[in-house]
């Protein structure tokens, strides 16, 4: 058991965000990713006409010193170009969490929140020589079905060579064939093995789940590594399946869990605490809302939740809900300090995407944890990833 939690949290370690990072899950956010449409500028004309009956000052000074570049500069300025890179310069101005997103990142983003779409279930990543090698195998997928291995290096795709491509072109290639069936040639252990893969829908897993008996108890551990839409679906199943085990507490691991859905966090708040019971707050320029649980649900076994400097976002939300609310115990180290919710938006002009902050989340009890973080109970720092220190912890607390 211990060994299978260690390899699972190994494996989703890989994918931790840097801190620093200007676009990662946990800024893109917690909350539900609603989709807005706007049209801007439409053509430099008309939109001048338009804005110059603006009383804004800066507006009006803008445009007069746009035309004043457009009539002296010595090449002709595109007012396609000029607005694109004004609008993109704006958005990333703002704060790190609005941001212009590209097509390959906002891809991944949505395949990722999904959970689920339609490939081979495999994880690639690019060597030092630029060849495409598989660093990892969904369970139940058709990859694992066909026989895929970690460090299986794909040589060639139906007869095509591979290597050279980035893993974006190599997706790209798979997304846009036609094709359901391939035949895939992968070098492993310097020999060359031909695996026929088929192209089906793949689920992510998001959650997995174990009995720990520590002293005549029986702990049940979950650890959940992101929000995606079918998040809460998958903990139900697996918190009913340890219930019908016989466990008399808790552990919600929540490390390297950047965020997610306000639907799938909400969801897995109210399994816990019935309607009575505020599992958070939004804040935006009209007010401040408070958001009830959505179930009759109630549960009172003790309850740690396990977490890190890279828990962030839906995962701070669901840790400050279960110690504000149900009473649970924070074990771990503060954590990444998220409090800002971000919607995705077209940019029709322009052929993009981008994310904006819109409104503050807050904690059932009014809390703003942004730049914060929510700083545990217990303090435990990972000194000893074999044995898991913070885990061990976390059981301690349990066991008392």
Request: aromatic share 8%.
């Amino acid at each position: 058991m211990a060994r299978k939690i260690k390899s699972t949290l190994k494996r989703w370690k890989l994918k931790t965000p840097k801190k620093a990072s200007k676009f990662t899950l946990a800024q893109v956010v917690t909350i539900s990713v609603s989709i807005a449409v706007i049209s801007l500028l439409m053509g430099i004309g008309v939109t001048y006409a338009v804005l110059s009956k603006s009383n804004n000052p800066a507006i009006t000074k803008f445009l007069s010193e746009y035309s004043k570049l457009k009539d002296n500069y010595y090449k002709d300025i595109k007012d396609e170009d000029a607005m694109k890179t004004a609008l993109e310069a704006i958005i990333n101005s703002l704060d790190n969490y609005t941001t212009v997103v590209d097509d390959n990142l906002s891809n991944s983003l949505s395949t990722s929140l999904q959970g689920e779409y339609e490939g081979f279930g495999i994880q690639v990543a690019n060597d030092d020589a630029k060849n495409i090698v598989v660093v990892g195998v969904i369970k139940d997928s058709p990859a694992e079905k066909a026989g895929f291995e970690p460090l299986d290096m794909i040589v060639s795709m139906d007869g095509e060579k591979i290597s050279g491509l980035t893993t974006s072109q190599f997706a790209t290639k798979v997304k846009n064939s036609k094709k359901s069936e391939f035949s895939i040639v992968v070098k492993r252990d310097n020999k060359e093995i031909t695996l026929k893969l088929k192209r089906e829908k793949v689920t992510l897993t998001s959650v997995v789940s174990d009995v720990i008996e520590r002293d005549n108890k029986k702990i049940g551990y979950i650890y959940v590594n992101l929000f995606a839409y079918n998040t809460d679906i998958q903990f139900r199943k697996e918190l009913l399946s340890l219930e019908q085990k016989g466990i008399d507490s808790l552990i919600v691991d929540l490390r390297y869990n950047t965020g997610g859905h306000l639907s799938s966090v909400e969801n897995m708040m109210s399994e816990f605490l019935d309607k009575s019971h505020v599992i958070y707050q939004i804040e935006s320029k009209d007010g401040t809302t408070k958001h009830y649980s959505n179930t009759s649900n109630k549960r009172s076994y003790k309850m740690v939740v396990l977490v890190n400097e890279h828990s962030a976002s839906a995962a701070e939300m669901f840790t400050a809900t279960m110690k504000e609310e149900y009473g649970a115990t924070v074990v771990g180290v503060t954590t990444y300090g998220k409090g800002t919710v971000q919607e995705v938006q077209d940019a029709e002009s322009i052929g993009e995407q981008y994310k904006i902050t819109t409104k503050k989340w807050l904690t059932p009890k009014g809390n703003w944890i942004n730049e914060k973080g929510i700083k545990p109970d217990v303090e435990v720092k990972l000194t000893d990833y074999e044995k898991d220190n913070q885990l061990e912890a976390a059981i301690k607390v349990l066991t008392k």
